[in-house]
């Protein structure tokens, strides 16, 4: 029977009045309930009541610190004077004045706000002050190569005496006398200041007890306006000193949101595109970030050049985006400023030129994105005609065919690396391939013979040859030469590409002197080595994969195998190659005193087992020669380290919507401990912070790329007719009989 039948209705109204009733007296009762826990999510940290919190801060609204705070779930009062934050304060409670316009505008506290703190007994922490009562006021002092070392042991036991830390673009100011709990200090190390104190180290932050107040050289509360490192360990100060300003030294837990980030974190599941998002990032950050150069710098820039400037502050106002046409500049320095900005690196070079085409290339072809196709072929014009001009034109000067190292500035036009060059020509031939043209191969030939021309009859060719030494020996001196140079950093990469131009030309020298080098090399391996660390061990990768596709023998094999498996044991589990620190110089001579430290290159560790990686000079490297020999042998050792590393890779590269510029940017080191951007600071010109558009950046995402399109270098550029041109290019070459020139 239905409802209409029976004659009563549905919903009846006096039934649903009273479920009306019932349902609110359920939401009364379970709002009682449950109001104290809502309230407590939001209680002040030690406060005895809403209405008293136990800090207050004067300070902007966006202030890093005070933002992180309320993040973290703490509810502080703020206002906008250091008088009325004192006035408003409840008695026995911290009170923080914090430098917002720091470092331009330093914090002015009178002798009646102080006396007015210590009636109410509040302890104070006072950051960049102009001069505190019975101070002298002092111009404010500038750090250039000196570090943040924790002084004391007051700080907690997860901050021990002399770590290390960084706050870039640092200004401070003199302090009264205190007790130290944070200086500057010149300390080599890589979290540990391994030679302890300088004499000279500055005081950053000290407590003053009998006044109960801490002050600040310098403004630390825009910590991630300014991106200091380590994160965590910053906030580990910053839970150090709010607890201190607690009454019952209350425990405080922060929640930082660093603006510069992993994109992923270890636990993180990554998505099954990460790689293909990783090399469109990439992409994305050359054409974006600024460095490709446009024609309204191209004259500051070789101004700057000309003057011997190697960096430049960024542009004030972004500049419509360069297309490659007047190249692209090296990258971002690892100097970086206190608005978090970082300065460019503005050479010219010829190897960061072809690698960041490399990239676009393999981004146009995998994505379609046309943007990247034009700037990678302009960049590939730009590179040879400008790096192969001059006398490197001139068929009759023992330089021709050679790659320059960089454009404008005298030093960056004179010199000839074997490997810049090397890496040129590799990343030449890998865009050429990807955009389908054979427009370039005359030019990347003649980098090929003069390269061998210059290499001597071991095989090895030095670390560079300038010009000047060219026009006084002549080529033919360095062809006879019997040069060792046991160095695969500078020698691996013109191996490789010896072994494949034999492969395409069939030149027996190409092939006899490499074969002399690789095996003499390898006889010497390791203690022989210049360098014995993880940076020679991945360069040495790719000649020995190639090596066995062109000779697929037992001990070609088994010296594959020994390198690899040698640098798979830094391997981690999470992916990360940790470097090993080898001794001798160059690259791995670590800081041997605080004195030393920042006057030349270095690695980023300062001894064996710092927790560091290096995708400048490593990883990227090893990810191509990991790639590479995976693909000529199939050991399952080889490819399972390539897919760690490539994980690890993504996982590390850097992420930033308030940076932009740096977002899809590799920075040279990485802890993997701390999940964190750091490493020791002592390289002069490469620090951790480092970005470059070539280098080791490059070769991850062309790796990337080459694993999403499931082939190599080998086999992609294997369908090349440079052949077709080597009779006419030897020619060419044959044309000067190398003598000394005279102009």
């Not at 330093?106 to 960049?128: G, I």
């Not at 494949?500 to 391996?525: N, Q």
């Not at 094999?557 to 589990?573: C, N, P, Y």
């Amino acid at each position: 029977m239905s409802l209409e039948e029976s004659g009563s209705t549905w919903p009846n109204p006096r039934v649903m009045n009273y479920w009306l009733h019932f349902v609110r007296f359920l939401s009364t009762i379970t709002w009682l309930l449950l109001m104290p826990a809502f309230l407590m999510v939001d209680a002040p940290p030690a406060a005895a009541d809403d209405s008293h919190p136990a800090l207050t801060f004067c300070c902007a609204v966006d202030n890093d610190l005070y933002t992180t705070l309320l993040r973290s779930g703490y509810r502080c009062r703020r206002f906008g004077t250091p008088a009325k934050a004192i006035s408003k304060a409840s008695p026995n409670t911290g009170v923080l004045l914090l430098a917002d316009s720091y470092p331009d505008k330093r914090l002015v506290v009178d002798a009646e706000m102080l006396s007015r703190a210590a009636e109410k007994r509040l302890r104070l922490y006072v950051e960049y002050p102009d001069a505190l009562p019975g101070q002298t006021a002092a111009s404010p002092g500038a750090a250039v190569w000196e570090r943040v070392v924790v002084s004391s042991t007051r700080l907690g036991n997860r901050l021990p005496k002399d770590r290390i830390l960084m706050l870039p673009g640092c200004r401070f100011v003199p302090l009264p006398v205190g007790q130290p709990l944070l200086v500057l200090a010149r300390v080599a190390g890589f979290d540990t200041a391994v030679y302890g104190l300088p004499k000279t180290a500055e005081p950053l932050l000290v407590e003053i007890p009998d006044r109960h107040m801490i002050v600040a050289a310098a403004g630390l509360s825009g910590f991630l306006r300014g991106r200091f490192s380590p994160n965590r360990d910053w906030t580990l100060v910053w839970q150090a000193i709010l607890e201190r300003l607690t009454p019952d030294h209350s425990k405080i837990h922060l929640e930082p949101a660093p603006k510069v980030r992993p994109a992923y974190q270890p636990a993180d599941r990554l998505p099954k595109d990460a790689e293909r998002q990783a090399l469109r990032r990439s992409a994305r950050w050359l054409r974006t970030s600024g460095l490709l150069l446009p024609e309204s710098r191209v004259n500051e820039i070789e101004r700057a050049l000309l003057a011997g400037r190697s960096s430049v502050s960024m542009p004030n106002r972004k500049p419509a985006p360069g297309d490659g046409t007047h190249g692209i500049l090296e990258g971002f320095s690892s100097t970086i400023e206190m608005d978090g900005s970082q300065e460019q690196l503005i050479a010219l070079r010829a190897d960061c030129c072809a690698e960041a085409a490399m990239v676009l290339a393999l981004d146009a072809e995998t994505s379609n994105h046309p943007d990247s196709g034009t700037a990678a072929r302009n960049l590939l014009d730009y590179t040879f005609t400008t790096m192969q001009s001059g006398v490197r034109a001139d068929h009759r000067h023992p330089a021709f065919g050679l790659i320059a190292w960089g454009a404008v500035a005298p030093a960056w036009e004179v010199a000839n690396y074997g490997d810049d060059n090397a890496r040129t020509i590799l990343a030449s031939l890998v865009a050429s391939s990807s955009v389908g043209s054979d427009k370039w191969d005359a030019p990347i030939l003649r980098a090929l013979l003069a390269n061998l021309r210059t290499t001597g009859a071991l095989g090895f060719r030095g670390d560079r040859i300038d010009i000047p030494a060219l026009e006084r020996n002549g080529w033919r001196h360095y062809y006879d030469a019997q040069t060792v140079n046991y160095s695969p950093h500078f020698e691996a990469y013109l191996w490789a590409c010896n072994l494949w131009a034999y492969r395409h030309t069939h030149y027996a020298p190409f092939l006899d002197r490499t074969k002399t080098a690789i095996r003499m090399t390898m006889d010497a391996y390791p203690a022989g080595w210049r360098w014995k660390d993880s940076m020679e061990r991945a360069r040495m990768l790719l000649p020995l994969a190639w090596l066995v596709r062109m000779e697929d023998t037992a001990e070609h094999r088994g010296w594959l195998h020994r390198i690899a498996v040698d640098l798979l044991k830094t391997q981690q589990s999470s992916g990360a190659l940790r470097e090993q620190y080898g001794g001798g110089g160059g690259h791995t001579r670590a800081p041997l005193s605080n004195e030393a430290y920042g006057i030349g290159e270095a690695p980023l560790v300062q001894r064996e087992g710092d927790p560091v990686s290096d995708q400048l000079y490593t990883t990227g490297f090893a990810l191509l020669g990991l790639h590479e020999a995976a693909a000529a042998t199939g050991d399952r050792s080889y490819i399972d380290g390539e897919n760690k590393l490539a994980e690890f890779l993504c996982r590390i590269q850097v992420r930033s919507a308030r940076y932009p510029f740096v977002d899809g940017a590799w920075f040279r080191a990485f802890d993997d401990e701390r999940w964190d951007y750091w490493g020791s600071a002592a390289d002069i010109g490469w620090g951790p912070w480092n970005a470059e558009t070539g280098w080791g950046a490059a070769w991850t995402s062309a790796t990337l790329a080459l694993r999403m399109k499931r082939t190599s270098v080998w086999e992609l550029t294997s369908a090349s007719r440079m052949a077709d041109r080597f009779s006419s290019v030897a020619g060419e070459m044959a044309a000067n009989a190398g003598e000394p020139y005279h102009r």
